[in-house]
């Protein structure tokens, strides 16, 4: 069947190469002093007759994609140089037409003579190598033209071909290896919210790929980027002001393996599900006693506890369908209302919506450790199921952003991102635990929105010798889960018998959980630079300029927490005889009462809700210096004051959980970068940043998680981590559109925060601080065109990209973690990551074919401990992933492509190393976790209509 699939997909690309309606051509080039031959960065090239404009990058390339044939006049200008005119510029169709050329000083020129009206490009490949290059800093990028060339639907699948970045759990992101909670992200330049109450960091699900510009990842500190990292700052800039006005239309099918066109199962929800709202159909009703009110008549009104357990839905089972192939749909316009020299009002808006389903058939085992008097080891499979997991999940985006240019001084944007998911799962597990038999299920809703807003500003001033930006923001995001069941039922006798207790209610076998969090926050940021003059020289490019910056930062981020747990137990154990009954059946109406049927017994604790706030004022101010030509030092400070609080309960010593943390740090940083050439550079860095506990991680709440099988509790004794970080960084840029690059870095933690195994109970899971820990590392990334390398036309079009990390760790758990294991590597992190393409890009055809390669080493799912016997860490293993894209214009402004995802499909596995002998094998040591995700065949069509 797969080679039949893969054998349809390969007959689509070849025989649509055949075809070709192109009527359009490039120019590009070069422009450089015609005396000093050094680039001219910022000149602009504007083709005379219809109206488009472009300014040359840091190697003074330019390039204009899409051209109509026919002859044009370019004309070629530059603050302070003479007007250069090129005419009978010849633009053939399917070719690219190469203009190096060189323009001469003009002393009589004044300054304001000279306009630059391109906009500068910051979505194609050079212009984000172009930018790499000019930073201060450690960072690696990939701009939206990299993204075209793949089938990667969001920011999660997109961050991975970074070099040193990985994805976990499938959106959050690690950076060199480091667990998700050691990065900061920012989305066009503030701090992006989260809609995770267990994880602290971003997630990157929520943001699709068509949406992005560019995404640069700072791996160095610097004193203008947040102090809160050690892996990396995540900088994700969204679409803004267009080069033309389009309206783009995306639309997509996939069809599954394991999946598609066989029976799925999927919770009852309602109407209009299928927007990815809540249409409120699970919610706890309007007039539903509250938990204080449902816990007093309990006891004193029997009746009334009757009535309120008939008031919720009795969708204890799910809906079945036939799974319909995956669909995909996308609308993007933008329109420049004016388009004058100096004054400019552009608009870009979004809309794109999925609707995907996955089924997996997971093994999950657990595994107990235990030693007798003779030091004989035991290891006994506690558990050991067989899970159906079935996921419909749904995702609606909103992008609508406007940019304001009044000149070439002054531009205002205002941006606007918004996506609504929901994802709908029914689990049915079957299996052994601790000796019995069960049949387990679980049907899970969950909503999660998410709103980013910025209004921001760029201004320069005193011929760009002062530059002033800002930004106010508001972040807003919410998780609603509004009715989350499980129950089980005993299939140890001929007759499966639902598991009732008696007494009081276990809601992981027989409940269910509604969970809401909201967050808002609430943003500014301020930034200065100002160009000083340190001594004259015979001439103004011989002066000696030092660079100042300066700005300040304010954070206020609200948080609220409440969950609700609603267990049933038997209404009288002597008279209940309805347990072989089925599940719906056990729940109707008439068998809710108080006599045998079953009956509501609320398990929420004060422990289940949280209040919690963050604030922060941060300052800094730098220094960037040029010793000489070649020799440049930026170094600089950032205070950071940050008040965080939590307010919750602690069930266990019952007692209040009051936490306040009001720390004030000050974080210094260097980055010392040598241009040997034009084309090649070394960067030397160092920086002090650290990492503060999430609110959910401070908070005493205790979730179970029926998946994982496994209970996440907060720790309210946590502290920060602090980190020491040393980076080193070869840079060679054989072309714009190439680099070559090679890395070093070490990093030392203090109180580095894990998520560990409690120690007094495997089956829970919590977070600790370890005392110490160190990372080093090294990077590798190559981006390399074939082109004019060989005689052969096909090689030519080829372009290589690969970029590793490879990495060594090791914890030193001292006094602050006592029992968990040691001579281990930091949790979370992976020992390398490994990302490969090959790229086909044939012009003249408009085609372009991608096979993509990524491998993950193995890394600690959760921290083991020594008690008694011990109970050793969690591995994810590797998973070797290939991906094949391909995209081809098949008539005028339309685009067939498609492709096939994890062609490998190898499988999803977590570890643990029972014996002891450092090696991981399926055969000998104990498979927690196990799972083939499947393949995924995708075809859709890309239409655009431009206006001339």
Known sequence: MMKRKLLYTLIILFSSLSFTFAQEGTIRGTIKDAVSKEDLVGATVFIEGINKGAAADINGFFSFNKIPVGNYKLKISFVGYKVKFIENVKVVEGSVTEINTFIEEDQATTLNEVKVVAKKLTNTEVSVISEIKAAQQIVSGISAAQIGKTLDRTAAEVVKRVPGVTIFGDRFINIRGLNERYNTVMLNNVFTPSMESDVRSFSF????????????????????????????????????????????????????????????????????????????????????????????????????????????????????????????????????????????????TAFNYSNTRTTFEMARSDFGYSIDQ???????????????????????????????????????????????????????????????????????????????????????????????????????????????????????????????????????????????????????????????????????????????????????????????????????????????????????????????????????NASDSYTASNNQIAGYFSGNYSFT?????????????????????????????????????????????????????????????????????????????????????????????????????????PTPAEVISVAAFYKNFKNPIEVIFDGVTNANLSFGNAESAYSAGVEIEVKKSLDKLTASALLNKINLVFNGAFIYSRVKIGSTATNQSDNRPLQGQSPYIVNAGINYNDAKKNTQISLLFNVIGKRIYAVGNSFAAGYPDWYEMPRNVIDFTFSKEIARNLILKGGITDILNQRNLIIQDGNKDNTYDTNVDQVIQSYSPGRTYSLGLVYTLRKK
């Open 374 to 604: 003779n030091s004989v080891e035991t290891i006994n499979e506690d558990t050991k199921f067989r899970d159906l997991q079935y996921n419909n999940s749904v995702r609606a985006g909103f992008l609508h952003n406007w940019a304001l240019r009044l000149n070439e001084n002054h531009t205002f944007e205002f941006k606007n991102l918004y996506n609504q998911m929901s994802n709908a799962q029914y689990v049915n597990r079957n299996g052994l635990e601790n000796g019995g038999t069960w049949n387990i299920r679980s049907l899970d809703q969950v909503y999660r929105g998410i709103y980013t807003g910025q209004v921001l500003g760029r201004h320069n001033f005193n011929d760009n010798k002062t530059k002033l930006d800002w930004v106010v923001g508001y972040n807003k995001s919410n998780s609603d889960r509004p009715d989350y069941k499980r129950y089980r039922y005993s299939t140890e006798g001929a007759t499966p018998t639902l598991l009732v207790p008696f007494g009081a209610a276990q809601t992981v076998n027989l409940g269910r959980t509604n969970i809401m969090l909201d967050e808002d926050a609430i943003l500014g940021g301020i930034n200065l630079v100002q160009k000083l003059t340190v001594s004259k020289g015979k001439t103004a490019e011989d002066n000696k300029e030092i660079e100042v910056k300066a700005g300040v930062f304010y954070e206020d981020k609200k948080r609220t927490f409440n969950a609700r747990n609603l267990g049933y137990v038997r209404s009288n154990s002597s008279l209940f005889d309805i347990g072989s009954l089925p599940i719906d059946e056990i729940f109707a109406l008439q068998n809710i009462n108080t006599t045998n049927g079953v009956k509501i017994d609320e398990q929420t």
């Open 205 to 348: 699900d929520v943001i699709p790929s068509g949406q992005i510009d560019r995404i640069l990842v700072y791996k160095s500190p610097a004193a203008e980027l947040p102090g809160e990292f050690a892996g990396g700052v995540v900088k994700i800039f969204t679409k803004s002001i267009p080069d033309e006005n389009y309206l783009t239309v995306d639309v997509s099918g996939a069809y599954r393996d394991g999946t598609t066109g066989k029976e799925f199962f999927r919770p009852q929800t309602g109407k209009y599900s299928y927007t990815g709202f809540n249409n409120g159909f699970s919610d706890l009703p309007k007039y539903f006693p509250t938990t204080s009110e449902l816990k007093q008549i309990a006891v004193s009104n029997q009746a009334a506890l009757t009535q309120a357990g008939q008031m919720l839905r009795n969708t204890w089972t799910p809906e079945s369908s036939t799974a319909i192939p995956d669909l995909r749909f996308s609308i993007t316009g933008a329109y420049k209302f004016i388009d004058k020299e100096d004054l400019k009002l552009a608009n870009i």
């Open 629 to 733: 030509k070649k020799l440049n030092l930026i170094a600089g400070v950032r205070v950071e004051k940050n008040v965080q609080k939590l307010n919750s309960y602690d069930i266990s010593r019952n007692l209040p959980v009051n936490y306040n943390r009001d720390l004030t740090n000050l974080l210094p940083s260097a980055n010392l970068t040598y241009n040997f050439s034009e084309k090649a550079l070394l960067r030397i860095a160092y920086g002090k940043t650290l990492n503060r506990p999430e609110f959910r991680e401070v908070a005493p709440f205790s979730f179970y998680d029926f998946v994982n099988n496994r209970v996440i509790t907060g720790n309210p004794s946590l502290n920060n981590a602090e980190i020491d970080n040393y980076d080193f960084r070869y840079e060679f840029y």
